[in-house]
């Protein structure tokens, strides 16, 4: 049942975008890899001793663990992603694993496993769900430690939104997703045609909003290239929207950097101007 819907909810999104035009998925360059590419049938042993099944995906065979959402649940356990570094001390041989499945969508439908390996032994230290790792850049601290610098969409299919959000993830300190300060974040509502149920005689403008690149440059810095625009709208145009013309508003490209202190991240002094169009 829990599958099925998540597969319904992926095709309501699918065709959503499909209609809609929604916005184009960042340029990113994360770090993680695959699982089979990065050992992680290994590595997930730690997780579920003799329980691991490889065929053309990597996954527990058990049912979902009780530390999950949907605990002793005939649902998938999918790893999904393993981002390998020194996340608890500058010399540790960490890994991260992104799992999916055992979540609700509350929860992100998933969770990140933190391992640390000593003496060639992998070691489970913690299972937190809602905590993404999926699409990460690892980022030294001064001591020579790494944090991570990670990206995500949320997509709320039938209300027609979808927002993304740049968030830094410290592994010593992990926090979930809806707990997470954002560094940056920026919100696309183009396929909800601006409807708004408490008022139809007054509907919500259309907003165009998306990161097109993510990059990271010397001594850390990190620039964004956005593009963004807003369309007021009248419940006339609700209604053609919603038969399928494309009301999307023009977008302006802004470019905002940066700049890493060996602690966290500031906006760069000539970006100052533009951040503020962002709440920043």
Not at 59 to 81: I, K, M, N
Not at 228 to 233: D, E, F, I, P
Request: net charge positive.
């Amino acid at each position: 049942m829990i599958g099925s819907v998540r597969a319904w909810l992926i095709l309501v999104i699918s065709a959503i975008a499909s209609a809609q035009n929604y916005p184009p998925r960042p340029i990113f360059p994360s770090d993680g890899l695959g699982p089979k590419e990065a050992g992680g049938a290994e590595i997930l042993e730690a997780v579920c001793p003799g329980q691991v099944l490889t065929d053309d995906r990597i996954r527990c065979r058990t049912r979902c663990p009780q530390y999950t959402g949907f605990a002793e649940s005939e649902v998938d356990w999918v790893l999904a992603r393993v981002t390998r570094g020194h996340f608890l001390a500058p010399v540790s041989d960490d890994a991260i694993l992104w799992i999916e499945g055992c979540e609700p969508h509350s929860r992100l439908y998933g969770g990140s496993i933190l391992l640390t390996r000593k003496s060639g032994t992998w070691k489970m230290l913690w299972y937190k769900a809602g905590v993404k790792t999926d699409q990460c850049h690892k980022i030294a601290l001064r001591t020579g430690r790494e944090v991570l610098i990670c990206i995500d969409d949320n997509f709320f299919p039938l209300q027609g939104y979808v927002a993304t959000t740049l968030y830094a993830e410290d592994l010593r300190a992990p926090r979930n997703n809806w707990d997470v300060k954002p560094l940056f974040s920026i919100a696309d509502s183009v396929a909800s045609c601006g409807s708004d149920s408490r008022d139809k005689s007054n509907p919500d403008p259309l907003f165009r909003g998306y990161i097109e690149r993510i990059a990271f440059g010397p001594q850390g810095m990190l620039s964004l290239v956005v593009f963004y625009g807003k369309r007021a709208m009248m419940p006339a145009d609700v209604r053609s929207c919603s038969e399928g013309t494309d009301l999307s508003p023009a977008a302006k490209r802004v470019e905002i950097d940066f700049l890493f202190d060996g602690k966290t991240y500031r906006v760069a002094p000539q970006s100052r101007a533009a951040a503020r169009e962002f709440g920043r």
